[in-house]
């Protein structure tokens, strides 16, 4: 698999659901970053979560890292049409800004109203 | 704070021709990255300028993509001659030197090419 690799592929619910989406990755990581793309739009950042940490609140977001496995969620609460888009985890290897993210493919959520 | 502007938004060119992408980073971002999504998969890295200089051009293609950041400012990505392969999105990003809040991403630039 892929670093960074992204389960499922498409996640389809209903509005005021939850939404969750993994991420696998191979190597050491610094820390591990979710963005999400609005169709036809630029990557907006939504999270940063470090080797060291292991969840991480932000609004309606929850991420958790679990590094002996390598692996990462992304939970959505109450999830709104709003937030149909594709939703990327990338790892970063260093700790300071200033290296490549490596990205997965991406997990594509369709909220339905 | 303007963010990361990229343009054109889309560029439709035949096979042969040449394109050259624009990235306006955020200002005072000294770093500078070049990503691209081919084909519906994974966003790949191509390359990383920090101020005017390549600090890591590992993800670049082949010698038809040549990158450009004169002054340390706005960088340019030029494909020449493109190819049917090189179609997909290109994104820039930027985030300054210190510190590690995320990057900052462009709207990406579409190319397709015919």
């Known amino acids: 698999s892929q670093q960074g690799e992204e389960d499922p592929q498409a996640l389809s619910i209903q509005e005021g659901e939850n939404a969750t989406m993994n991420c696998s990755y191979k190597t050491s990581i610094n820390n591990l970053q979710w963005y999400r793309q609005n169709s036809g739009r630029g990557l907006v950042h939504l999270i940063l979560?470090?080797?060291?940490?292991r969840e991480k609140h932000s609004g309606r977001l929850r991420v958790t890292l679990d590094t002996s496995k390598k692996s990462s969620s992304l939970l959505i609460t109450a999830s709104r049409a709003a937030d149909t888009a594709s939703y990327f985890c990338a790892t970063d290897q260093k700790e300071t800004s200033g290296s490549r993210l490596t990205f997965g493919e991406g997990t594509q959520l369709t909220v339905n109203p | 704070e303007a963010g990361v502007t990229q343009f054109p938004s889309h560029s439709v060119i035949e096979k042969g021709q040449t394109v050259t992408l624009r990235c306006d980073p955020i200002s005072g971002h000294d770093n500078l990255y070049w990503y691209r999504r081919v084909m519906g998969k994974e966003i790949k890295f191509l390359l990383h300028f920090v101020k005017e200089s390549k600090q890591d051009e590992s993800g670049m293609p082949n010698n038809r993509f040549l990158a450009e950041r004169t002054g340390g400012t706005y960088s340019t990505l030029k494909v020449q001659p493109a190819e049917l392969e090189d179609s997909g999105v290109y994104f820039c990003?930027?985030?300054?030197?210190?510190?590690?809040?995320?990057?900052?991403f462009g709207s990406g630039t579409r190319l397709t090419v015919v």
């Open positions: 979560i470090r080797s060291n940490e």
């Open positions: 990003a930027s985030s300054p030197l210190r510190g590690h809040y995320g990057y900052t």
